[in-house]
C-alpha cells in the first residue's frame, strides 16, 4: 500500500540528510481495507512502515488468504476458472476520503504473479486482469479494486488416472455384449463392469470440487 500524508513531511537537510524512516503501523493513519472473498487467512507479523520525507508512505504486509470461488466444471479435467479478489474498503466513501488505484499495468502485475507462483501442481497460472469500480453500499459510493485470476486444470493425472480406465471399461462391456459367450457369463461379466464404473464414480465424486450448479460431462455419461 501506498499513500500520502501533507502533514508528515520534513525538509532531510534539517535532520541530518535523513530521508526515509520505519515506523509502527500504530504511529499514523494508514487504510483499513480488506479482501471481500477471503473466508480465512494468515496475517504477517511485519508491523512496520516507511516513510518518506515528502509525506509518501509505504507499508507491505503480505500473507496468505484462502478465498471463496465459484466453479464452473461442466468440461472437467479440461476447464479453466476465473475467480476474484477484491480489495475495498467500507469505512472510507471514495468520493471525499479514499480512492483505491493500482500503480501497476495488469502486464506488470501478470509478470510478476507468473514468478511468485512457483508451485507445479493440478493448477496452471494464464491471466491476470484488474477492475477498477465503484461499489455502491447504504447510499455511499466506496473505491474497490478486483483482480481476476484464470487458472486452467492440468488433465493428465484425470485423464490416466479416471477418462482412459473408464473407455476402456466400456469398450470392453461392448465387446462381451456382442461376444459369442453364454448368457450367464455375459450376466456376471456384465455385473463386474458395473462395479467397477461405480467404483470410478466413488473416485470421481471425491475428487471433484462441489461448488458448481452443473455437474461435469465425464460424470453425466
Not at 541530518?16 to 500504530?26: A, M, Q
Not at 466513501?93 to 512457483?118: G, I, N, W
Not at 455511499?140 to 481476476?148: E, L, M, N
Request: hydrophobic letters at 40%; aromatic letters at 10%.
Amino acid at each position: 500500500q501506498e499513500w500520502k500524508n501533507t502533514l508528515a513531511t520534513w525538509d532531510p537537510q534539517d535532520f541530518c540528510n535523513i530521508s526515509k524512516v520505519v515506523l509502527p503501523t500504530d504511529t499514523y493513519w494508514s487504510p483499513s481495507i480488506f479482501i471481500l472473498e477471503r473466508v480465512n487467512g494468515q496475517n504477517s507479523n511485519l508491523d512496520y512502515m516507511s516513510v518518506m520525507h515528502n509525506g509518501s508512505f509505504n507499508s507491505a504486509q503480505p500473507f496468505q488468504v484462502t478465498l471463496t470461488c465459484s466453479l464452473v466444471i461442466l468440461k472437467f479435467p479440461f476447464d479453466t476458472q476465473t475467480c476474484n479478489l477484491s480489495i475495498a474498503s467500507f469505512l472510507f466513501p471514495a468520493v471525499t476520503d479514499l480512492v483505491m488505484k493500482t500503480r501497476r499495468t495488469p502486464a506488470e502485475m501478470m509478470k510478476d504473479s507468473q514468478s511468485y507462483f512457483l508451485t507445479d501442481g493440478e493448477w496452471k497460472f494464464t491471466n491476470l486482469s484488474i477492475i477498477e469500480y465503484i461499489e455502491e453500499l447504504d447510499n455511499r459510493d466506496f473505491s474497490v479494486v478486483t483482480y481476476v485470476i484464470s487458472m486452467q486444470r492440468r488433465p493428465t493425472l484425470y485423464v490416466l488416472n479416471l477418462i482412459l480406465p473408464t473407455c476402456a471399461l466400456y469398450l470392453l462391456d461392448m465387446a462381451v455384449l456382442f461376444g459369442p459367450s453364454s448368457l450367464k457369463e455375459k450376466i456376471n461379466f456384465q455385473i463386474a463392469i458395473i462395479l467397477g464404473s461405480s467404483m470410478l464414480a466413488v473416485i470421481l465424486n471425491n475428487i471433484l470440487p462441489t461448488s458448481s450448479d452443473k455437474p461435469p460431462i465425464i460424470g453425466t455419461q
